[in-house]
DNA sequence: CTCAGTGTTCAGTG
DNA sequence: TCACTGAACACTGA
């Protein structure tokens, strides 16, 4: 589930497991959609023999720094994850790079649907994607009055807002229903229309959400009962914790679920 | 067999 | 130019 939660984690995970530490060997899938035409070569050449200084993330972005120039960049797309090997343990299927490193520990990039990229760049942060994201919620620059400035003079419903990536980044489909779900706010509620006090509270419950989610290390087993997001799979008429009926709409292009009840 | 899906990008519209 | 919408992308599983 790469949101931002989940992709803050597997930087956590990769920042433990590589941060000081060389690349032994780096192996890359043939994969034209994961890479470019001729990148997997390319990605493996220059990871050899690197060592690791860094990780870094934006949204739902994130990129590996090196003792050299240049960057590891990494996007998980709908299915993608990464995964700590110890010893001799069982890789994944679906595997598209593996990074062996002096520790001999392994970190594996999957991806079972093929959405997602691994690119070696010269500097991910000035090319886009990156370059054409909004700011993460979880820095400091997130704070109410840019939300208020960002959100005021857009057209769409909030959902859509919600997920633009241009204007903040790292909210996904899911993070989205539940922030208006907690915040009580419609999906279809037009932004240039929210009041002072949606804002305030729109901005305080999407970093309690965020935080609590890479709290737990965005394991969903771990969330709150009472979030949203236990209920919003099944696309039926379900009912949240506290008994209020699921409403699914398509706004902003993707499935809503929401409480139409308690939503306005 | 059909279709939706935790995301992004791009063509098309107004 | 700009804001916005909807389709396309690949594959799996319901």
Excluded at 33 to 62: C, M, W, Y
Excluded at 142 to 150: G, I, N, P
Excluded at 177 to 203: F, G, M, N, W
């Amino acid at each position: 589930m790469p949101e931002l939660a989940e992709v803050e984690t597997w930087r956590r995970l990769a920042h433990h497991t590589a941060v000081g530490h060389t690349i032994e060997k780096a192996k890359c899938w043939d994969d034209r959609i994961i890479f470019d035409q001729n990148a997997p070569v390319s990605v493996s050449k220059a990871l050899n023999g690197a060592k690791v200084t860094g990780t870094e993330r934006r949204g739902k972005h994130f990129w590996l720094t090196f003792d050299r120039p240049g960057h590891l960049y990494i996007h998980f797309g709908m299915s993608g994850s990464l995964w700590r090997l110890q010893g001799d343990e069982e890789p994944p299927s679906h595997r598209k790079l593996e990074l062996t490193l002096d520790t001999g520990e392994r970190l594996v990039y999957r991806n079972m649907r093929r959405i997602g990229r691994i690119r070696w760049l010269p500097d991910a942060t000035v090319v886009p994607p990156v370059s054409k994201l909004g700011p993460d919620p979880l820095e400091p620059e997130f704070t109410v009055s840019f939300l208020k400035e960002a959100l005021l003079r857009r057209k769409s419903p909030i959902k859509a807002v919600l997920l633009n990536q241009e204007i903040f980044a790292g909210v996904g489909n899911w993070i989205a229903d539940e922030v208006l779900y907690q915040t009580q706010i419609s999906p279809h509620r037009q932004c240039s229309e929210l009041r002072e006090a949606d804002i305030q509270k729109l901005h305080q419950v999407l970093l309690r959400i965020l935080r609590k989610a890479v709290g737990v290390q965005a394991d969903a087993s771990r969330f709150p009962k009472s979030w949203l997001f236990h209920h919003r799979w099944g696309k039926k008429a379900e009912r949240t914790a506290r008994g209020e009926l699921l409403q699914f709409d398509t706004v902003g292009g993707r499935t809503t679920a929401w409480v139409p009840d308690v939503q306005s």
